[in-house]
């Protein structure tokens, strides 16, 4: 498909590649055929020099770190965290599938350094991150808040379930944060399709579960509430702002990265126009 497109010599070229690293031969040509590339939606970090003119796409640390803040807002998460001790140190766990996919990787760093921002007033020099060598300089003898990243042994489905079920028997776990629908998918299968997150009944009614993108399974949990909230990417303004940096590179002969603004929804607000038009199915 690229490079059919590339044949029919267009001002500017817009491509969201699953697989970035197969599109370099592809890229190089349009380069050679003097083709601006607008690389959306997600990022080609390993493209030949010069030859992507702009990126339009969600920063994932910055996004990540709005699942953290929300999280923190919580009633119930405050809750949680009110009679953490050394004996019994409170949790917050992250569920991914991977720590290598960019996408997943910044949304475990921003979701991490922002709960560990906010918790420093609370918890000063008693605050430890496990699961990543990312963050070994944030590791004490003795805390009494812990930061649990869980990562899935392989990206299967039923390998990402298995590092859920295990998030799930942490004991003192105030919240869990999903990195993407796999993990989201992972943690509902593991929690009885969500009953057991059901903030009135369930087993585990305490944690304050947030997750990341949306989709039909994601949106359900939400509503439903077995899932206090989630960010979505803003589909809409990043093909909004592909297609206008694609009129400047053609109009000025220059364009510029555009970090599109990632939103939070939950139950009050996933209704509203402005957020219902980027929750796809």
Request: net charge negative; aromatic share 6%; with cysteine.
């Amino acid at each position: 498909m690229f490079n059919s497109a590339i044949s029919q010599q267009p001002d500017a070229l817009l491509i969201a590649a699953l697989d970035p690293g197969s599109v370099t031969q592809s890229l190089l040509i349009a380069q050679e055929k003097g083709i601006p590339v607008i690389a959306f939606d997600t990022s080609l970090p390993d493209a030949p020099e010069g030859s992507v003119a702009a990126t339009v796409h969600t920063n994932n640390v910055i996004a990540a770190e709005l699942a953290a803040e929300n999280m923190w807002k919580s009633e119930q998460f405050q809750s949680n965290l009110a009679n953490a001790s050394v004996d019994t140190p409170v949790v917050v766990s992250i569920i991914s599938p991977d720590a290598t996919t960019n996408t997943h990787a910044d949304r475990i760093q921003g979701f991490t350094q922002k709960i560990v921002e906010l918790a420093e007033e609370k918890f000063h020099g008693a605050i430890s991150v496990e699961g990543s060598s990312n963050f070994e300089d944030i590791n004490v003898d003795n805390p009494t808040f812990i930061i649990n990243i869980g990562i899935s042994s392989t990206s299967s489905d039923e390998d990402v379930r298995r590092c859920a079920q295990s998030i799930l028997s942490t004991d003192n776990q105030a919240g869990i944060f999903c990195v993407n629908e796999a993990s989201v998918t992972a943690l509902l299968s593991a929690s009885t399709d969500g009953t057991d997150l059901d903030p009135e009944t369930g087993k585990y009614k305490d944690i304050v579960v947030v997750g990341f993108d949306a989709g039909s399974t994601l949106k359900n949990a939400v509503k439903n509430e077995s899932f206090y909230g989630a960010v979505a990417q803003n589909r809409y303004d990043i093909g909004y702002q592909a297609v206008m940096t694609a009129v400047s590179m053609i109009q000025n002969g220059s364009a510029e990265d555009v970090d599109a603004e990632a939103k939070w929804y939950d139950v009050t607000n996933m209704e509203d126009e402005d957020i219902a038009k980027i929750l796809y199915d």
